[in-house]
């Protein structure tokens, strides 16, 4: 059996994002800036350039990425520069005629894109910015995520600067576990030249994957405690059980939940208070973690025992919702979705009286896209497996275990990786 089934879709036609994008017009770059302006324009904001007095376009601009603040403060900061940004498909989703014209690429997560790079050296030639954001989802938890080490490659075959936005308080803002309550933050972004052409030609790709990982260091809890930030809103930890989803005190998974400004397990009734300066600290008992970071690498750590001992394994039926195309999402209806070290990500399921089946290898996927609220299907959990030419949206039946399948998806990616490597240098 072949290792994919295409799904028997009626129309059988994909959205392309294998086109180049056009050059934003002027009028475009005014009118981006001129919305952003009034969007922040009551927010307390600072924008701050480091090295960068003497920089030119074309430059390649690299930056976290915490909400859809994000974009808005990026075109403050880079105005009146023409700027084409790498944006996931759902993005596009009933708008890609307005993405296509401020110049905007299309990709699917975490899949082999060839076009992408083809664009990205067409925007860089052309004399404009190139704006991507290469941890490429939301920080989970105000920490650094996965880069790749396909970045440094990409870096050094452009040979163009490269600049890094790092933004502080857009996570607390509006952090990803729920980001439809904001809080009261202040806004502080940092735009820095960390590479010149000059030194990329002379640096490996481990060496500027190196400097390009040191500069992506951040973590906003510590952020809020050193600068004295107080979150006083009621609501602060609601959803933070999202991405706490084991208990440190009994090990039970998917048992947390949340209310107020309080983290309960529902098996142990352990409780936490998070507190108005970003700390948690145990109701009853001992607190084992002060630092949301510390607890969120902890579940981590767990996960990796599990695959490195052979535990590993997930299996649930999911709700699947298909995006070929950018105007509309198919629904596909139930799918059994399986994830384990050596198959990977198995999703089969039947559409129009046809079986597919949609397997994404170890080595193919080296992160995962996770939502925990998304917004254009139905405010729950689900994760984003793609293709070249597909996405499918899995809503798992099983509560609160995608930030597991994501951490377990960048271990086994990892580990696959390093043995690859270690195969390819030994010949």
Not at 58 to 66: F, G, I, Q
Not at 72 to 85: D, F, G, I
Not at 258 to 275: I, V
């Amino acid at each position: 059996m072949n290792k994919n089934i295409d799904v028997n879709y009626k129309n059988q036609k994909r959205y392309k994002t294998a086109k180049y994008p056009i050059r934003q017009p002027w009028c475009l770059t005014w009118l981006i800036w001129i919305l952003s302006f009034f969007a922040l324009l009551f927010k307390k904001k600072k924008i701050e350039k480091i090295n960068m007095e003497f920089l030119k376009v074309p430059y390649m601009l690299l930056s976290n990425h915490m909400s859809f603040i994000d974009f808005e403060l990026t075109a403050l900061a880079t105005h009146p520069k023409r700027v084409n940004n790498v944006v996931n498909i759902d993005g596009f989703y009933k708008r890609a005629w307005l993405l296509e014209w401020i110049g905007a690429i299309c990709t699917r997560k975490f899949t082999s894109d060839i076009h992408l790079i083809k664009s990205i050296r067409k925007v860089l030639k052309r004399g404009n910015i190139l704006c991507m954001y290469p941890e490429a989802r939301y920080s989970p938890c105000g920490t650094t995520s996965y880069l790749p080490d396909s970045l440094g490659q990409l870096i050094k075959m452009n040979r163009v600067p490269v600049v890094v936005c790092i933004h502080r308080g857009n996570y607390l803002h509006a952090p990803f576990w729920n980001f439809r309550k904001k809080r009261k933050v202040p806004l502080y972004s940092t735009y820095t030249q960390i590479l010149t052409a000059e030194q990329i030609e002379k640096l490996s790709v481990q060496e500027i994957n190196d400097i390009v990982r040191k500069a992506f260091e951040y973590d906003e809890y510590k952020y809020q405690k050193e600068n004295g930030i107080l979150i006083t809103e009621k609501y602060r930890a609601e959803g933070l059980h999202k991405i706490l989803y084991k208990c440190p005190h009994c090990m039970a998974e998917s048992q947390m939940t949340s209310s107020g400004a309080t983290l309960k397990c529902k098996k142990c009734g352990k409780e936490y208070l998070l507190n108005e300066d970003g700390t948690i600290s145990a109701i009853n008992g001992d607190t084992e973690f002060s630092h949301i970071p510390d607890w969120f690498e902890w579940e981590r750590e767990q996960v990796k025992i599990e695959i490195e001992n052979g535990t590993y394994y997930f299996s649930d039926e999911v709700d699947v919702h298909s995006m070929p195309r950018t105007n509309r999402f198919e629904a596909l209806g139930k799918a059994r979705l399986t994830h384990d070290s050596e198959k990977g990500f198995v999703l089969e399921g039947f559409y129009r009286g046809q079986e597919y089946r949609i397997q994404r290898e170890p080595i193919q996927i080296n992160s995962l896209h996770v939502e925990y609220d998304f917004p254009h299907i139905k405010p729950y959990d689900c994760i984003d497996i793609s293709t070249e030419n597909d996405s499918f949206y899995c809503f798992p039946t099983k509560e609160n275990v995608v930030t597991k399948l994501a951490f377990a998806t960048e271990i086994i990616f990892q580990r696959k990786y390093e043995t690859t490597r270690k195969m390819k240098n030994a010949k």
